[in-house]
């Protein structure tokens, strides 16, 4: 049974930097497609990262690119998202989320195990 857990989250100043990282148990991390997702107060669930299989392919929506990296550590079997230049908009509780279905990491409801959530607040 997969299993994720999301650590790292807390506060920082605009234009500071964050990681927060996604452990994965229960099975080999580089067989699923892993992805980050946040939800704000009162906004729906906002993709923010993905990985692919293997960590060959990765995506970004354009609010995020150039400022996120998401990266996997097989060893460690975790998935980690550096985020960067961080803006007020990036606050949310940020999920990581796996899927083994095919790549379509925009879509929230092609993964099918989720974290609990860590929660990243940046201030102006």
């Known amino acids: 049974q997969v299993q994720l857990v999301e650590s790292g989250g807390g506060l920082v100043h605009a234009g500071g930097s964050l990681r927060v990282s996604c452990v994965v148990s229960g099975v080999r991390v580089h067989n699923y497609q892993i992805g980050w997702f946040r939800q704000a107060p009162g906004r729906e669930r906002e993709f923010v990262a993905a990985i692919s299989r293997s960590a060959s392919v990765t995506d970004y929506p354009d609010s995020v690119k150039s400022r996120f990296t998401i990266s996997s550590d097989g060893m460690k079997n975790t998935v980690f998202l550096q985020m960067t230049s961080m803006k007020v908009e990036d606050t949310g509780v940020y999920y990581c989320?796996?899927?083994?279905?095919?790549?379509?990491?925009?879509?929230?409801?092609?993964?099918?195990?989720w974290g609990q959530g860590t929660q990243v607040t940046v201030t102006s």
């Open positions: 989320a796996s899927s083994r279905g095919l790549w379509s990491p925009r879509n929230s409801r092609s993964f099918t195990n």
